[in-house]
């Protein structure tokens, strides 16, 4: 078992299994979505209250880290708005 949490942020999510499937596929199929739940639960566990309810949690890890970044960046450029008009006041 990959016991470090960022499997799911550094390979790509894998293809559905099917019948064609091999053990091998499975065991990393069963192991990528273990580390996905756990990287997810982590970085809800870190999060304050308002910025859990500003956010809408996506399935995967790497998408929910992504909305986090994107909710930041769109808090920035508001900060610099109201910067700048406060300075042309």
């Known amino acids: 078992m990959h016991?470090?949490?960022d499997l799911c942020l550094i390979e790509e999510q894998p293809l559905e299994l099917d019948t064609d499937s091999t053990e091998e596929d499975r065991k990393y199929y069963k192991e990528?979505?273990?580390c996905n739940r756990k990287?997810?639960?982590v970085i809800?566990?870190?999060?304050?209250n308002t910025v859990r309810g500003s956010i809408v949690e996506p399935d995967l890890a790497m998408d929910f880290?992504?909305?986090i970044?994107?909710?930041?960046?769109e808090s920035h450029k508001a900060e610099e708005l109201g910067s700048l008009r406060g300075s042309m006041s």
């Open 65 to 67: 880290l992504e909305a």
């Open 3 to 5: 016991q470090n949490m």
């Open 69 to 73: 970044a994107d909710k930041y960046r």
């Open 32 to 34: 990528w979505y273990q």
């Open 39 to 41: 990287a997810k639960n």
């Open 44 to 48: 809800r566990s870190t999060m304050s």
